[in-house]
């Protein structure tokens, strides 16, 4: 009924064309020619069906009479994309082609199976000489399609092909009977008067998109092996064509959906992956003889086996300790000591073994494990590791040295630091090279592994080594009697003036600057902001504190550990409720009952029973306290 009332549309159209003149100019054109349409041209010599030299024209040929793309399919065929597809089982029946879906198909060309079968090309792709390329076509727009001088479909540059001659497919970028226009956006394909069919129908020779030998399909449809389905609720279609679902799942909205929410379509039916032990987890996964499956995990029956390489094995075997591929060395054994866990131990459960023999750890031939040998310098073991014998020294090459004073000659070496050596007749103290300039002097580095005495007051070493003033700001005597480097730091001016200097990051704004908020360095946390000189919430009622280890917006309303303000931690079986640590139970009030806002639906007693003065009674029904 549709193919019908399209042929009746397009007559309709061309009887429309005619009238308004579209041949002598008197009237509306047609936006782009459409050959092929009925009623738009007289028969062409030449034209399929009725020239003796072109196919479906012997009655001997044993042809259906089905158009697909500029050909006649024979019996048995199938139009599939606009060529006609013969049946097949494997690809050696297919003459070069594939064999794709039961059927041999070009995947040179054909945009749901573009160089491999079922490799779809996008909506908006074409498929040439089998990769997926963007469906801009070449020649020239708005060329009229004659079938019968081009069976490419082409725009008449390349002159047709000759009768008998096979036809050459796509010579414009467009898939058989499609033309190339021009549009706003650029060339596009396009089939009769409409645009390029979907890629899983073909173009007519009339100019209308068909889906294998019938109509093109209705909005929601999809043209499987030319047939028009609803891919939502199709059971052997179910998402995508020949996506059958396996009893007893059905096809949902486009999805194979089991009978019970708890279970997952495999190939073997509907399984519950937590408990199947043929799908345990994913479906296939098989567990092995003697296991069974447990939460989707295979997991062995017996409490003292455990799953290694897909077979269960005993838990304390010293092949595997505990766990898969922990190996016991000998002379050590898998064992459980008391109060120990599962291990391997030497039979003194305080040695190690170490080249087949049980040893003590923390002496100087295996200090932390077996064979850690301390040597010179470190050449004590103290507390399981290799140490200066001098507790604070550290190894320095062949020495070990107080890096406060460094290794003592002219120059000091290892001042602070292994490898930092002093200018000749300068001290180390506490760690620090002294400078001939005195306290305005810092012994600083400037390049890697170069040090030099510096002045504190410059615009790169500002009052410390390495302290650059960043910005529109220098280096200035901002406290004391400028006889110290303490005396000297970063001011901003100009442009940053009323700014702080931030070391590494320059002047900053500390009213409204997230990253340095009222003090250098103090981050507001996410969803709030500086204002002021302080971090602000973006949502109202809340507050930021400095909570288990960082700043974060909290109601001090109910948060524990900041109730009714930053600092103020409910402690033990307290809760908070409305600012104020509360212990549940009955002597809260009558506005928080047990549990915090839960309030009495009626009063609680008078004076004259003090006992439950605050406790929370329904005075209609309470044994103890009726109507009081």
């Given at each position: 009924m549709r193919k019908q009332m399209g042929l009746v549309l397009a007559a309709l159209a061309a009887m429309w064309i005619s009238a308004c003149g579209g041949d002598d100019g008197g009237g509306?054109?047609?936006?782009?020619?459409?050959?092929g349409m009925p009623g738009s041209e007289p028969p062409t010599p030449g034209t399929p069906g009725t020239d003796p030299g072109m196919p479906g024209t012997d009655p001997g040929d044993a042809m259906t009479g089905v158009m697909c793309g500029t050909a006649t399919c024979a019996v048995g065929q199938q139009c599939i994309n606009g060529v006609c597809a013969s049946p097949c089982t494997t690809d050696a029946e297919c003459g070069g082609q594939s064999c794709c879906d039961s059927f041999c198909l070009d995947t040179t060309m054909d945009r749901n199976n573009c160089g491999a079968c079922d490799m779809a090309c996008g909506s908006d792709e074409m498929c040439m000489a089998g990769?997926?390329?963007?469906?801009?076509?070449?020649?020239?727009?708005?060329?009229?399609?004659?079938?019968?001088?081009?069976?490419?479909?082409?725009?008449?540059?390349?002159?047709?092909?000759?009768?008998?001659?096979?036809?050459?497919?796509?010579?414009?970028?467009c898939p058989p009977n499609e033309a190339c226009v021009g549009g706003p956006s650029g060339n596009m394909c396009q089939c009769g008067s409409g645009p390029?069919?979907?890629?899983?129908?073909?173009?007519?020779?009339?100019?209308?998109?068909?889906?294998?030998?019938?109509?093109?399909?209705?909005?929601?449809?999809?043209?499987?092996?030319?047939?028009?389905?609803?891919?939502?609720?199709?059971?052997?279609?179910?998402?995508?064509?020949?996506?059958?679902?396996?009893?007893?799942?059905?096809?949902?909205?486009?999805?194979?959906?089991?009978?019970?929410?708890?279970d997952t379509e495999c190939p073997d039916g509907c399984k519950d992956l937590m408990d199947d032990a043929d799908n345990c987890g994913v479906c296939g996964e098989q567990c092995a003889d003697g296991q069974s499956c447990n939460s989707g995990v295979c997991e062995c029956d017996g409490d003292d086996e455990i799953v290694c390489d897909g077979a269960c094995v005993p838990r304390v075997s010293d092949d595997n300790c505990g766990e898969c591929g922990v190996v016991c060395e000998d002379p050590s054994e898998c064992r459980e000591p008391a109060g120990r866990d599962l291990g391997c131990y030497c039979p003194n459960v305080n040695q190690v073994p170490c080249d087949g023999v049980c040893v003590d750890l923390g002496t100087e031939d295996n200090c932390s494990e077996c064979g850690d040998s301390c040597g010179a310098p470190t050449s004590t073991c103290r507390d399981n590791a290799c140490e200066c014998p001098v507790d604070g020294d550290?190894?320095?090459?062949?020495?070990?040295?107080?890096?406060?004073?460094?290794?003592?000659?002219?120059?000091?070496?290892?001042?602070?630091?292994?490898?930092?050596?002093?200018?000749?007749?300068?001290?180390?103290?506490?760690?620090?090279?002294s400078c001939p300039g005195g306290a305005l002097e810092k012994f600083c580095e400037t390049s890697a592994d170069t040090y030099q005495c510096i002045d504190v007051d410059q615009t790169n070493h500002c009052g410390e080594c390495g302290n650059a003033c960043i910005d529109d700001s220098s280096c200035q005597q901002v406290s004391g009697d400028?006889?110290?480097?303490e005396d000297f730091g970063c001011v901003c001016m100009g442009t940053d003036a009323g700014k702080t200097h931030c070391a590494g990051e320059g002047c900053k704004d500390l009213m409204t600057d997230d990253q340095n908020c009222g003090a250098c360095g103090n981050v507001c946390p996410d969803n709030s902001a500086c204002s002021a000189g302080v971090c602000e919430c973006d949502t109202?009622?809340?507050?930021?504190?400095?909570?288990?280890?960082?700043?974060?917006?909290?109601?001090?309303?109910?948060?524990?550990?900041?109730?009714?303000?930053?600092?103020?931690?409910?402690?033990?079986?307290?809760?908070?409720?409305?600012?104020?640590?509360?212990?549940?139970?009955w002597f809260d009030g009558e506005d928080h009952c047990g549990t915090c806002g839960n309030a009495c639906a009626s009063t609680g007693c008078p004076v004259l029973f003090p006992l439950f003065a605050e406790s929370c009674n329904e005075v209609s029904t309470d044994t103890f306290m009726c109507g009081c």
């Open positions: 509306v054109e047609e936006p782009f020619p459409t050959p990769a997926c390329t963007p469906a801009q076509c070449s020649g020239t727009p708005g060329a009229v399609v004659d079938p019968s001088s081009d069976l490419d479909a082409g725009t008449g540059e390349d002159g047709g092909v000759a009768a008998g001659d096979s036809p050459v497919f796509m010579d414009n970028g390029g069919c979907p890629a899983d129908q073909s173009c007519s020779t009339d100019g209308m998109c068909m889906c294998g030998d019938g109509p093109g399909c209705a909005t929601g449809e999809t043209c499987c092996n030319g047939t028009c389905l609803d891919l939502t609720g199709d059971d052997a279609n179910c998402g995508e064509c020949g996506n059958a679902c396996t009893s007893p799942a059905t096809c949902a909205q486009g999805m194979c959906v089991c009978p019970s929410v708890t550290v190894a320095c090459g062949d020495a070990c040295v107080d890096l406060d004073t460094g290794t003592s000659g002219d120059p000091v070496e290892n001042c602070g630091a292994c490898g930092i050596t002093c200018l000749e007749g300068e001290t180390c103290d506490s760690g620090e090279c400028g006889n110290s480097a109202a009622g809340l507050t930021v504190c400095l909570v288990r280890g960082e700043l974060t917006c909290v109601d001090t309303d109910t948060d524990d550990d900041a109730c009714g303000a930053c600092g103020t931690t409910c402690t033990g079986a307290e809760a908070c409720c409305e600012g104020a640590c509360r212990t549940p139970g």
